[in-house]
């Protein structure tokens, strides 16, 4: 495991979880900072859904700051085995779940329980287009495990990130640059099961 990273504002402020040594890369604090200043509003009891979770940062700050579940997806086994340390260590463990599993695949899953969320944070590889394709047409779906009026949170290189061809039951409602890295906020429509 690398050095960790940190969890910026709430309830678990100030701790440190641990990072798996290969195949992921934690969105940058200040990169986190500002999103989830945007976010905030909407973390209060809300349902999350971490997609490509790495090490789970993105969803342990949703919890920290106010969200009541967190999912968390990801298809390395070492990395769900680093995110389910890391929630038994910050005492979340009864707040979260961790699927080892693809992307598509965990959403097919999710769609078919029912289940439904209000946040997915979807930060993929950078250089898996076709993952992040995939998976957005797959959230855009109108079966996709998705509340009226969620928020989809799409990580992506700039020069490759585009506006998203999703369509469907997604619109794009803001995007925030940072550097290289474009991050887009998706809004399901109203029109949309669920």
Same mark, same amino acid.
């Given at each position: 495991m690398s050095g960790g990273v940190r969890i910026i504002a709430g309830d678990l402020g100030g701790r440190r979880i641990a990072v798996p040594e290969h195949g992921t890369r934690p969105m940058a604090d200040r990169m986190r900072q500002s999103l989830f200043a945007v976010l905030e509003p909407r973390l209060p009891g809300a349902r999350v859904l971490d997609l490509c979770a790495g090490s789970g940062a993105g969803g342990f700050e949703a919890l920290s700051r106010g969200a009541q579940h967190a999912c968390f997806v990801e298809r390395s086994r070492e990395a769900a085995g680093t995110i389910r340390d890391n929630a038994a260590a910050l005492g979340v463990g009864e707040r979260t779940e961790v699927r080892t599993s693809e992307?598509? !695949? @965990? $959403?097919? !899953? $999710?769609?078919?329980?029912? +289940? &439904?969320? %209000? #946040?997915? #944070?979807? %930060?993929?590889?950078?250089?898996?287009?076709? #993952? &992040? %394709? +995939? !998976? #957005? &047409? @797959? $959230? !855009?779906a109108p079966e996709a495990p998705l509340r009226p009026g969620s928020l989809v949170v799409a990580t992506g290189r700039r020069r490759t990130a585009g506006a998203p061809a999703v369509g469907g039951t997604l619109r794009l409602v803001r995007e925030l640059p940072f550097g290289e890295t474009s991050i887009q906020l998706l809004e399901r429509t109203e029109g949309a099961a669920g």
């Open positions: 992307a598509r !695949a @965990a $959403l097919a !899953a $999710l769609s078919a329980s029912g +289940e &439904r969320f %209000d #946040l997915v #944070l979807f %930060d993929p590889p950078y250089d898996d287009l076709a #993952l &992040r %394709d +995939e !998976a #957005l &047409r @797959a $959230l !855009a």
